[in-house]
């Protein structure tokens, strides 16, 4: 029989919930009698995947770093390890005799979901409790969406989930460490200024601001790459890992009785999106893998050998379209983007390069701070135009410029080779005389009079093939299905 150093243990798993405010695993950790111990685990295998990057890994880093400074006011102290959750919970249930591990509700990556499958095998077999408690407004296991809306007004109108964290019974023990490999500890301590900081605080600070100023112009610049910057919340990575609640942005903005200005509408509204989207994702969660309308299975995408030179071109910023590249290096730095240039990338790969969103989908995970898979797959085919149920944009790249970036700021920021040409050139270098630019003294560099494609040229051929697509039965048919699956009713 096994001799277990101690009788019994409720494990707080924190994943994407990084904070200690509004957080209901650790509000029911507070109500059991056993010693709580706060557990964060960087997995070498989530971590490998395909859509991650250091940039992310970071970022949890620092949010940790945060929890760990604000849990040692109470005495108490993060665990944090590398390794996988099966080995990690063997370890522990060689020392504790009864286990309970309390988190929220994942609506991740397949990679999240195998872990979880494998997970629920272990914890029968070694007798681990395991209590998952549902992420913001989203349902698991939702059949349709007919009372959604209440469900999530009443969500957000709950009241919030905050222990008192100097009265809990915390674990201490010795072993409790934050310790990575050498290496993964030195990448994730170099600070990286031009991205956003993790953390708990960081986050209440910027959600303040917003509320106390920065709002004001929200519905005005939310289209601007350099203007939305400041203006736009700012608090999408903050939500992606848990930095923040959902219900806490929503409760610091929608009071009793409060007449909101048209700016904090729209943004209120955002916030249902937020989770209308992880909803979709979590009801169907192949979307990682396939065309949510599969009318789209056989779309003639390019699949030829310079198909994938283009595509390096756009994940590069090398495509010779100012605007494009301007997005592409800007969020390679920054980690951020404002929501219709996003749109624009995707629709500048699906519809003028004609390629497969699903070559392009990770690549843009990668250097989205904020990278959600709920928002970022669903968005992603919406935006590629494959869901055959909402408008079809085309995002023309050089109207995009014109319209949002009109004195050319933000593409001179990040194009600098292109800097030197007036504005009425700035957009389309492609389209100037070959007179004018042999007369320039600094001539328009290599691709932008010779972009990989040029924008206007064919894009009236591919406008037609996506049209006439979109006519199919079989695209039809199954946009029936994704409407009455997905669509909410009470809108
Ligand atoms: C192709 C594509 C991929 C995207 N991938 C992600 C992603 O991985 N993670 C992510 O958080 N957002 C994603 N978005 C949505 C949106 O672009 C970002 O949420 C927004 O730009 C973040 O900036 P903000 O926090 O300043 O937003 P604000 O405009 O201030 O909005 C506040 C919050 O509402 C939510 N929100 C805003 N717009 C949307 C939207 N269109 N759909 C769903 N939720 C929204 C976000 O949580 C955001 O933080 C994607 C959009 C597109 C077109």
Redesign the pocket.
């Given at each position: 029989m096994t001799q277990h150093s101690f009788p019994a243990i409720t494990v707080v798993w924190f994943k994407r919930d990084l904070r200690l405010q509004d957080h209901a695993p650790l509000q029911y950790a507070a109500s059991q009698s056993a010693p709580v111990l706060p557990l964060y685990l960087f997995e070498p295998d989530i971590m490998a995947d395909d859509h991650y990057s250091e940039r992310h890994w970071r970022f949890v880093w620092q949010s940790l770093l945060d929890l760990e400074q604000q849990l040692k006011t109470v005495g108490a102290a993060m665990h944090v390890s590398y390794e996988s959750a099966a080995s990690f919970f063997k370890r522990l249930a060689g020392q504790f005799a009864q286990i309970t591990v309390v988190s929220y509700a994942e609506t991740g990556l397949h990679c999240t979901y195998q872990r979880d499958q494998q997970l629920v095998k272990l914890f029968r077999e070694l007798g681990i409790t395991w209590r998952e408690f549902a992420y913001g407004g989203v349902v698991r296991a939702l059949k349709e969406r007919h009372q959604w809306l209440t469900h999530w007004h009443e969500a957000m109108r709950a009241p919030q989930q905050t222990p008192a964290l100097q009265t809990m019974h915390w674990l201490t023990d010795r072993s409790l460490v934050m310790r990575l490999p050498k290496a993964l500890s030195e990448a994730l301590h170099r600070p990286d200024k031009a991205m956003q900081t993790g953390g708990e605080r960081r986050a209440q600070d910027t959600l303040q601001s917003?509320i106390a100023a920065r709002h004001a112009q929200?519905h005005r610049h939310?289209s601007s790459p350099l203007n939305?910057i400041n203006s736009?919340?700012?608090?999408?990575?903050?939500?992606?890992w848990g930095n923040l609640s959902?219900r806490q942005?929503y409760q610091a903005i929608v009071t009793p009785g409060r007449k909101l200005p048209a700016s904090l509408r729209?943004?209120v509204s955002?916030?249902h999106?937020?989770c209308?989207?992880?909803q979709k994702f979590e009801s169907e969660c192949e979307q990682q893998f396939r065309h949510i309308n599969s009318g789209y299975a056989a779309f003639p995408y390019r699949e030829d050998a310079a198909s994938e030179q283009l595509l390096e071109a756009w994940q590069t910023g090398n495509t010779g379209v100012p605007m494009v590249d301007a997005c592409m290096r800007s969020v390679a730095q920054t980690g951020?983007?404002?929501?219709?240039m996003?749109?624009m990338?995707?629709s500048f790969l699906s519809h003028y390069l004609l390629i497969d969103w699903r070559r392009g989908?990770q690549h843009?995970?990668r250097q989205?701070l904020?990278?959600?898979?709920g928002?970022?797959y669903?968005?992603?085919q919406?935006?590629a135009g494959v869901t055959g149920t909402n408008t079809l944009r085309i995002y023309n790249p050089v109207k995009q410029a014109q319209d949002n970036d009109p004195q050319g700021e933000f593409i001179r920021r990040w194009v600098p080779e292109i800097a030197h040409l007036a504005n009425e050139d700035l957009f389309a270098p492609w389209q100037m005389p070959p007179i004018a630019q042999m007369s320039m003294e600094t001539p328009v560099p290599a691709p932008y009079h010779c972009p990989v494609i040029i924008p206007e040229a064919d894009i009236d051929k591919h406008r037609e093939l996506l049209w006439k697509w979109r006519e199919r039965d079989e695209v039809k048919h199954h946009a029936k299905r994704i409407v009455k699956r997905h669509s909410n009713p009470q809108r």
């Open positions: 917003f929200y939310i939305s736009c919340s700012r608090l999408s990575a903050y939500l992606a959902i942005v729209a943004f955002r916030l999106w937020h209308h989207f992880i951020y983007l404002n929501f219709r996003r749109a990338l995707v989908v843009l995970a989205f904020d990278f959600e898979p928002i970022h669903p968005q992603f919406m935006q």
